[in-house]
């Protein structure tokens, strides 16, 4: 198995949550740490805690793998649900982000069973560069012991991203004035508005 290089340090007895009410996506939070220096949860408007994509030519023209993994399980009442899992980068700023979807689920149906959780998984190989300023690459989830999606080219691919120094462009090496390229992070989305909906994620990181 890969070593992570940048990973936000959680695991099947530390995970991190969200759930809840609401059919708006919610963000995974970052643990307190070296990470999410502030414990601010992430948000539509803020991306505190995001997963760094690093700079400075350290992944420029490098293959490198995203993957997460997680459960899920749903509330009690209404009807069975659709749960959909992105993961999403920022190319904008920690208070101001732009958020793009680069690997979806889909909506899952799940069974309306309370205390029956559901994993998945999301593994993703990308690469890009300076030259062509662009994130590209090919992702695999699975959910419930299917694979919903299979060697699926990312939904967008990302541009105007600066790896690491050029001529131009010294004083800021990877395009977007300060380390990282890029952040990341996964959200889960709801369809029926329950308590009892949960969502937990044991992994996070750049392999």
Known sequence: MAIPFVNWQINGQFPVTVGGTGVTAKYFPAPSGLINTTGTAPSSTNAAGQLPV???????????????????????????????????????????????????SGQITAQNLTGTFYDWSIDATVNGSTGSGTLQGKYVIVADGTVVKSNTALDHTLSGLVWGPTATNVSTPNGLGTDPV????????????ESGNSANMYEFGLY
């Not at 399980?73 to 920022?90: K, T």
């Not at 890029?182 to 508005?193: C, D, N, P």
């Open 182 to 193: 890029f952040g990341l992070l996964v959200r889960v989305t709801f369809s029926v508005s």
């Open 54 to 104: 690093p700079g400075g030519n350290r992944l420029n023209g490098q293959q490198f793998g995203i993957k997460a993994t997680g459960n899920f399980e749903v509330g009690s009442g209404g009807a069975c649900p659709n749960v959909l899992i992105e993961l999403v980068a920022n190319t904008g700023t920690i208070t101001s982000p732009t958020y793009t979807v680069i690997a979806g």
